[in-house]
């Protein structure tokens, strides 16, 4: 019996992290899921332990002060996790939702819990607030996005009906994170009448890479491409037909350029309701998307943003 999908999601009470809360809606999840809801507490002291409350005479009244509103911060964070778990509870009735709070860095509460729950997909919305949590693209979701060992869906909410057709633009470049971008959306369930299009970008560090390796869809490819541009259309009609087998439609665009402007643009024009991109690529001079294209797209894309790591084997 194949593992129920883990999700991890990130919530400090912000507009930003309700509209991560309604994009899931529109993210492909399936009806059976397990999901975490975590607040953090961003306090200077975290709240005092056990050991720590048994001789109060002896810690000085500033501590104590500190200690006092750690706690309270503790219980806002952990109010609002439970008002997360309700509204996602709302909506996948059949999940198995809990929730969490702690005291820590937002950012790094994040990937300690994620490092040891293991979820196949981590969620945080697009900018936040400085009370319980920043979830700000720059500096939470940013560390977020770059540090985790998980994928990490950048939620922003475009108000549509959860059972509208979704429209998904998939950054490809043949690297095994791009591939494994290509299987996440595949194992999806969307709405009939979904689309998606591929995006391949012929950038000069992309064919360079080419050379030197054996991409992961090269068995797919025929072994006389006369050269690195026919191999990338051979390679991006091999993933397209992943996603046909699965019931989407595919469209494709290859085309030369800067791959954050790129893919940037293309989502835009396309109106993609998601961009998805792998964190890692091809190239060894500037790794075609984890702390470049990655970070670029999520932070500048008015859609939602994946970035997909491929599925590590969760420990016993």
Same mark, same amino acid.
């Given at each position: 019996?194949?593992?129920?999908?883990?999700?991890?999601?990130?919530?400090?009470?912000?507009?930003?992290?309700?509209?991560?809360?309604?994009?899931?809606?529109?993210?492909?999840?399936?009806?059976?899921?397990?999901?975490?809801?975590?607040?953090?507490?961003?306090?200077?002291?975290?709240?005092?332990?056990?050991?720590?409350?048994?001789?109060?005479?002896?810690?000085?009244?500033?501590?104590?002060?500190?200690?006092?509103?750690?706690?309270?911060? +503790?219980?806002?964070?952990?109010?609002?996790?439970?008002?997360?778990?309700?509204?996602?509870?709302?909506?996948?009735?059949?999940?198995?939702?809990?929730?969490?709070?702690?005291?820590?860095?937002?950012?790094?509460?994040?990937?300690?819990?994620?490092?040891?729950?293991?979820?196949?997909?981590?969620?945080?919305?697009?900018?936040?607030?400085?009370?319980?949590?920043?979830?700000?693209?720059?500096?939470?979701?940013?560390?977020?996005?770059?540090?985790?060992?998980?994928?990490?869906?950048?939620?922003?909410?475009?108000?549509?009906?959860?059972?509208?057709?979704?429209?998904?633009?998939?950054?490809?470049?043949?690297?095994?994170?791009?591939?494994?971008?290509?299987?996440?959306?595949?194992?999806?369930?969307?709405?009939?009448?979904?689309?998606?299009?591929?995006?391949?970008?012929?950038?000069?560090?992309?064919?360079?890479?080419?050379?030197?390796?054996?991409?992961?869809?090269?068995?797919?490819?025929?072994?006389?491409?006369?050269?690195?541009?026919?191999?990338?259309?051979?390679?991006?009609?091999?993933?397209?037909?992943?996603?046909?087998?699965?019931?989407?439609?595919?469209?494709?665009?290859?085309?030369?350029?800067?791959?954050?402007?790129?893919?940037?643009?293309?989502?835009?024009?396309?109106?993609?309701?998601?961009?998805? +991109?792998?964190?890692?690529?091809?190239?060894?001079?500037?790794?075609?998307?984890?702390?470049?294209?990655?970070?670029?797209?999520?932070?500048?894309?008015?859609?939602?943003?994946?970035?997909?790591?491929?599925?590590?084997?969760?420990?016993?």
């Amino acid at each position: 019996m194949p593992e129920k999908m883990k999700v991890l999601i990130a919530y400090d009470g912000s507009s930003c992290a309700d509209a991560a809360l309604d994009d899931l809606r529109r993210a492909g999840l399936p009806h059976v899921a397990e999901a975490l809801i975590i607040a953090v507490a961003d306090v200077f002291l975290p709240p005092p332990s056990d050991a720590e409350r048994t001789f109060p005479e002896q810690v000085p009244m500033a501590v104590q002060s500190a200690w006092t509103q750690a706690t309270h911060a +503790v219980e806002e964070a952990h109010a609002l996790a439970m008002q997360a778990r309700a509204r996602v509870q709302a909506s996948f009735p059949d999940w198995d939702v809990s929730a969490e709070a702690c005291a820590d860095s937002p950012a790094w509460a994040v990937i300690k819990k994620a490092d040891t729950w293991q979820p196949d997909l981590i969620v945080v919305g697009s900018h936040g607030r400085s009370t319980v949590g920043r979830l700000l693209l720059g500096s939470v979701s940013y560390k977020v996005v770059t540090e985790a060992h998980s994928s990490v869906r950048v939620g922003r909410d475009d108000h549509k009906a959860g059972e509208v057709p979704v429209r998904l633009v998939v950054g490809v470049d043949g690297s095994a994170d791009a591939v494994a971008a290509v299987h996440a959306v595949a194992a999806r369930h969307w709405p009939t009448g979904s689309e998606t299009r591929l995006v391949a970008v012929l950038d000069s560090r992309m064919l360079t890479a080419l050379a030197p390796h054996r991409p992961p869809v090269a068995e797919w490819v025929k072994a006389d491409v006369p050269d690195e541009q026919a191999w990338v259309h051979q390679m991006v009609e091999a993933l397209a037909e992943q996603l046909r087998a699965a019931g989407l439609t595919v469209s494709s665009v290859i085309q030369p350029g800067d791959p954050k402007a790129v893919l940037l643009d293309e989502a835009a024009h396309w109106e993609a309701d998601c961009l998805v +991109v792998g964190a890692r690529g091809l190239s060894r001079i500037e790794q075609f998307l984890l702390g470049s294209v990655s970070t670029a797209v999520a932070a500048r894309a008015h859609c939602s943003v994946e970035v997909i790591r491929p599925k590590r084997t969760r420990e016993a």
